[in-house]
Each structure stands twice: as structure tokens, then as C-alpha cells.
């Protein structure tokens, strides 16, 4: 489906003055209520502008009411607002921990375990590549170097499910490092991407300390390394926080659609770091 950049700017423009049904969008823009209400998915999964909500469900009275994201105060409460500072201040992994997070969901939508994972296995018990297939519209990735591009799960590469997703229409939205020190992940990812029947990856540079993904607006799993002292530290062995809260899977999507806004295109960083001279994809 081609959602034309002039409808998508008018429909834009038209809820962000006020939340509006789905038939009021279709009279807008001119189109059917099925039509309308494509383009109000397309535009929800890919841009994040907008939200959708459906009061009295499963009723004939049904109402789909399609509202704008104010990415700039969606915190409902200082917990939230101080997160986001740190987060929106952080660059590496340490600068964070995710149990401030996991702490305030709800004790019955959350749950943490702890296991061993390195950038290209992840421990038998632990089933990602399950949690990933789940998806029905789309997955949100805050990646550090983009090292899911060599992740396996008994002898079963990661990129075989992105494609398995890819090509079901699936959307998967990454942010990551984009640099020299990434390159060999990013330009493997790139290769990938163009060998896709369909092509619905998207990845953005940018240098934050979450290590997590979104699975559409059901769960998201955070990750950090256990911290242990250096001298007695044998291997890594990571937390695994996932939440089913919706306040908080809600407020982490819109972390992620305020991050992905303001970050570079990788296709962009990319093609400039091909510019440098002699440089090693190391």
C-alpha cells in the first residue's frame, strides 16, 4: 500500500489538533474507512506519531479514535521523568540499569532471570527466537553495535527470523552504533537488507544505554550484564527483565519513537564512513 507524502502530512496535520475517529480521517483524506484506517496503521507502525485506541470493543457501538504522540511530555510521573533523563544522557550500556524500570511494573506483569550470552549464542533455555515470532506488526530494537546481526539460538541464525519477519510485513525498527567501531555488524546488516524479497528494516544511528526490544505493544525485554567484580569474573553472564505492564511497554515505545526521530538515517552514516580513507572494517 503507497501512502502518498502529501496525505500522510494532511493526516498528520488533521490529529494533531484534536483526536479524530477513523471516519472522520477517510472524509478528510477522501478515501474508504477501511482505507483510512491502513493508513492510520502504516503511519502508527513506521512513524509513531500517532496512536490508536478502540472504545467499547467487541460492540457494535465500536469507536476507533486515532490521537497524536506529544513526544516531548508523555512522562506520567517523576519515576518516568527521571528515567528518561538518564536514559536521554546515557551512552554505554553502564549508564543505566533496567531494574529501574522492572522495579516499578506491576508485580504480576513482570518477570527477571539470569543467564549466559555472548554476540553469537544465546543459552538453550532462553527461547528469543520464540518471544521475536510473535510479533504481528512490529519489533523495536535499542541495540548497542548491532551484534543481533551474528546472534544464534540452537544452530538457528537470527537473520533467518528477521527475514521469516521481514517478509511477513513485519516491521523491525533498530537504533544502534553506526561507527567505525560497529561497521563490520552494520555493513553485514546493510548486505542483508538488500538481499530481502521485502525490506522492512529500518536502522538509525544513535548512542544510548538500553539494550532491549519491543515486541508490538505487548512486552519488552530489557537486558543488562550482571555487575561482578573484574577479578572474579569468569564470563558474562546477563539479567533478562520482561514486562507485560502496559503503562510501561507504552512509555519504553515512545522512548524508543523520541530516540528514532532525532537519530541518523545508517544507510546515511554508512555511505560517510565508506568516505574515509583506508579504513578497516574491523
Given at each position: ?94 549508564d543505566f540499569s533496567p531494574f529501574d524500570i522492572y522495579q ?6 513482570r518477570k527477571a532471570f539470569m543467564e549466559k550470552q555472548t ?111 573484574e577479578k572474579s569474573r569468569k564470563e558474562d553472564k546477563y ?44
Open positions: 500500500m503507497v501512502l502518498e507524502r502529501n496525505t500522510r502530512k494532511d493526516i498528520r496535520d488533521f490529529i494533531k489538533q484534536k483526536p479524530r475517529t477513523v471516519q472522520e480521517v477517510a472524509q478528510k483524506v477522501g478515501r474508504s474507512w477501511r482505507t483510512a484506517d491502513r493508513y492510520l496503521e502504516k503511519m502508527e507502525n513506521e512513524e509513531g506519531y500517532i496512536s490508536r485506541r478502540t472504545f467499547r470493543k467487541g460492540t457494535r457501538g465500536a469507536l476507533k479514535i486515532a490521537y497524536w504522540n506529544n513526544l516531548n511530555s508523555f512522562s506520567t510521573s517523576k519515576v518516568q521523568e527521571q528515567l528518561l533523563k538518564k536514559i536521554e544522557t546515557g551512552r554505554k550500556k553502564e516499578s511494573a506491576d508485580e504480576d506483569k554476540k553469537e549464542y544465546v543459552e538453550a533455555k532462553h527461547d528469543i527466537f520464540t518471544l521475536l515470532r510473535q510479533a504481528q506488526e512490529r519489533i523495536m530494537f535499542f541495540s548497542g553495535d548491532l551484534s543481533w546481526v551474528n546472534l544464534t539460538y540452537k544452530d538457528e541464525k537470527c537473520l533467518k527470523v528477521f527475514r521469516e519477519l521481514s517478509n511477513d510485513g513485519i516491521k523491525l525498527f533498530f537504533i544502534g552504533r553506526v561507527d567505525t567501531g560497529s561497521m563490520k555488524n552494520a555493513e553485514k546488516f546493510f548486505d542483508f537488507k538488500k538481499s530481502l524479497k521485502k525490506d522492512n528494516i529500518n536502522i538509525r544511528h544513535n548512542e544510548h544505554p538500553l539494550r532491549a526490544f519491543i515486541v508490538d505493544d505487548k512486552f519488552v525485554q530489557l537486558k543488562e550484564m550482571r555487575k561482578t567484580d539479567l533478562f527483565y520482561e514486562i507485560k505492564d502496559d503503562k510501561w511497554v507504552e512509555w519504553l515505545t515512545k522512548v524508543f519513537w523520541k530516540i528514532y526521530r532525532g537519530s541518523m538515517p545508517g544507510e546515511k552514516r554508512i555511505k560517510d564512513l565508506r568516505t574515509i580513507k583506508n579504513l578497516e572494517r574491523v
